[in-house]
């Protein structure tokens, strides 16, 4: 596919390219679909971290179009992993579920990167939606021995399917979608009056309830920012 001015922005600012090449197709349930990929060298060139994710290019009636997905059990030793689309109208969800064994799709890998903090942190909150699960669980697998207290907004009941990979000291809250994300906020900032000692922030939802939560967090607690990460993963329209 012939690449438009984001993919020379990217390659500019030392993004890698990558081809990948569709190994098996799943759907999930209805809203959702799975695609195992060999990643063309991708894992072993960069490596994996938590939350790790990764610009597809799709063709948009003979446009390039780029979104972003988290990579799911990357396996350094196959060199493969999973990526898992939601079911809506566009390009994207089109390419997934017509996606057969041998397909392949262009990558790039450039803006991606997560540690733990050090000292380990004594409490993760989790503020995420079906989007960000996978990095959810990438963390909560990261961190399986820290405790965590969860948040994930939901926006239809087949979302609730989708399964946390939360251990016994990990606290999931399932949180409708309410009066556009408004009551995630009130939810979470409501749950958190206070900063506890030692904890980490990790915020990844709808683009201004992500605002929402951060500003609570910075401001109205006075936490620092070397102990937040927060990035909007969609903006509703």
């Known amino acids: 596919m012939k690449k438009n001015w984001e993919a020379l922005v990217l390659k500019a600012m030392g993004g890698k390219d990558f081809r990948l090449t569709v190994l098996e197709s799943e759907p999930v349930n209805e809203h959702y679909h799975r695609l195992l990929v060999d990643g063309g060298g991708l894992l072993e060139a960069c490596g994996v971290h938590p939350t790790m994710w990764i ?5 948009n009636d003979g446009r390039p179009h780029q979104r972003a ?3 799911v059990d990357p396996d350094p030793a196959t060199g493969r992993f999973h990526l898992e689309f939601a079911l809506h109208d566009g390009c994207a969800a089109r390419w997934a579920t017509a996606a057969r064994p041998g397909d392949t799709i262009d990558a790039t890998v450039q803006g991606s990167g997560f540690t733990l903090p050090d000292p380990t942190p004594t409490h993760l909150f989790l ?111």
Do not use: M
Not at 55 to 59: A, E, H, P, Y
């Open 55 to 59: 610009r597809l290019w799709f063709d």
């Open 69 to 71: 997905y988290t990579l």
């Open 127 to 237: 503020a995420g939606d079906a989007a960000s699960l996978p990095a959810v669980n990438s963390l909560l697998d990261s961190a399986a021995d820290i405790p965590a207290t969860v948040w994930l907004e939901y926006a239809h009941e087949g979302e609730k399917a989708l399964t946390p990979r939360a251990r016994a000291h990990h606290e999931v809250v399932w949180v409708p979608r309410r009066d556009g994300g408004r009551h995630l906020v009130e939810t979470v900032t409501a749950a958190i009056p206070s900063d506890p000692d030692g904890a980490y922030y990790w915020v990844a939802c709808e683009a201004a309830s992500t605002r929402g939560i951060v500003k609570h967090i910075r401001k109205g607690l006075g936490v620092a920012k070397q102990r937040v990460d927060a990035l909007g993963y969609w903006s509703a329209r």
